[in-house]
């Protein structure tokens, strides 16, 4: 089997069955040998990214402003690109060709991108965090009850109907009278659900708003430049002093940071 090309998180656990290109942005390009793609790695149960070789092999240009880079002998990029014979052989510099250079443009938007989708599941969670995976369970089969159950308030509603007699402590078999006060009734609690469905939910378009505006602006990047700029802006990683200085641009490195 050919070997498996993936983008992950420097701080990913892969049980060492990935080997190690190159990072970037503080992720980490490697590939998983074919014979290691059995039982011993699930893809889909670790955070990453499967990419096609030449996309992976990008990442040594996704760094270059100049449009060129520094080869050594004995580097991951020069057994990729083979310049160099020898220790013996001086470093050279390499001019990223046409392909290159869109190959380490899309590269920098996959990363970005990556980083965008990581940082958005982030915030989801942070949102169901008042909330057990039991009662996440039940989130839909609750929200369609009680739409329902407002449009007519006849219908069965089996789910909300349990939850209301529970809670008003007629839940059956325990006493309860200290634990409970009043009664909520199914047209209370429809209420209720569909008020913390409507915030939980407004909450929810606000962020895929955001995902989908920052993923547009990586989207419109044409150059590598461009790729840096946005990383600088938005990511809080750094551009070149020599892209500081032709663009004019103030900000150093110590003082950007990721705004989302």
């Not at 052989?89 to 990363?111: H, R, S």
């Not at 547009?216 to 990047?221: F, L």
């Amino acid at each position: 089997m050919a070997k498996i090309y993936v983008l992950y998180k420097q701080t990913e656990s892969m049980g060492g069955y990935v080997t190690k290109m190159g990072g970037y942005m503080n992720y980490n390009v490697g590939f998983i040998p074919g014979e290691y793609y059995d039982n011993r790695i699930e893809i889909s149960k670790n955070n990453v990214t499967v990419l096609d070789e030449d996309l992976a092999k990008a990442w040594k240009f996704a760094d270059s402003y100049s449009g060129t880079i520094s080869v050594k002998f004995g580097t991951p990029i020069n057994d990729d690109l083979q310049l160099l014979s020898s220790s013996e052989d001086n470093k050279v510099q390499y001019t990223l060709t046409d392909e290159d250079v869109a190959l380490g443009i899309l590269f920098n938007k996959t990363v970005m991108k990556k980083i965008i989708e990581d940082r958005f599941n982030e915030k989801l969670r942070e949102l169901q965090l008042d909330a057990s995976e039991l009662e996440r369970a039940t989130w839909e089969v609750q929200r369609r009850e009680a739409s329902a159950y407002q449009a007519d308030n006849s219908v069965s509603c089996s789910v909300l109907s349990t939850l209301a007699l529970a809670r008003s402590g007629s839940s059956g078999g325990m006493s309860s009278g200290s634990y409970f006060s009043g009664s909520l009734t199914v047209s209370q609690l429809a209420t209720k659900v569909i008020s913390k469905s409507d915030a939980y939910f407004t909450k929810l378009t606000g962020l895929l708003k955001e995902q989908q505006i920052l993923g547009d602006i990586v989207d419109s990047c044409k150059t590598i430049a461009d790729c840096h700029r946005v990383k600088h802006e938005r990511f809080g990683v750094g551009m070149t002093a020599l892209q500081q200085t032709e663009e004019s641009i103030s900000s150093s490195p110590a003082t950007t940071k990721i705004t989302f």
